[in-house]
């Protein structure tokens, strides 16, 4: 039974798949308009993953069955906030590995004005999560992270900016 259902979503994806494809190659205006919501809007990538797993289940189908513990599971701690910018400045420790907050899609990896080195992860609930200030940066562009695992390195100081649909929301309730 297992087989056949993976079967059946990997027979659906790939369908899926080439259709988005032909319609891309076949049609100008759709090609123009994927590539603008996707490239140069904010495209709801989390929201995508959740409707395939509502309707298919998870995208790793033998995932239960390994035995995979994380390595590096921590909370971010720190010792002062105070506003910055679009979000907010904390002080950690000098070299502090960073964990990721929430679940969710590397959806940018690279630097902001202001900013210096940053992840942007698109959190499970869709609310993007800039990730500043990092010296060096452990996810790669469409990585998939858990809450917990290493995102990076920050030096001192960390700058976090929370999202939704583009616009800034405070940080007061993600952060404790």
Not at 72 to 81: A, C, P, Q, R
Request: negative net charge.
């Amino acid at each position: 039974m297992h087989l056949f259902s993976f079967l059946y979503r990997t027979l659906l994806t790939i369908l899926l798949t080439l259709f988005l494809l032909i319609l891309i190659k076949k049609n100008s205006d759709f090609k123009e308009n994927f590539y603008k919501k996707v490239y140069e809007e904010h495209f709801p990538f989390m929201e995508v993953n959740r409707w395939y797993q509502d309707l298919f289940g998870t995208t790793f189908p033998f995932q239960k069955y390994l035995d995979v513990k994380p390595v590096f599971k921590e909370t971010l701690t720190y010792s002062k906030k105070e506003d910055y910018l679009d979000g907010v400045s904390l002080e950690v420790d000098k070299m502090y590995p960073i964990p990721v907050l929430q679940d969710g899609l590397v959806v940018f990896v690279g630097e902001k004005e202001g900013y210096g080195n940053v992840v942007i992860v698109e959190q499970l609930d869709g609310v993007d999560c800039w990730y500043g200030n990092l010296s060096t940066m452990n996810v790669k562009l469409y990585d998939y992270v858990e809450a917990g695992s290493l995102l990076g390195i920050a030096d001192k100081k960390l700058f976090l900016v929370y999202k939704e649909e583009g616009n800034v929301i405070s940080y007061e309730k993600y952060l404790s």
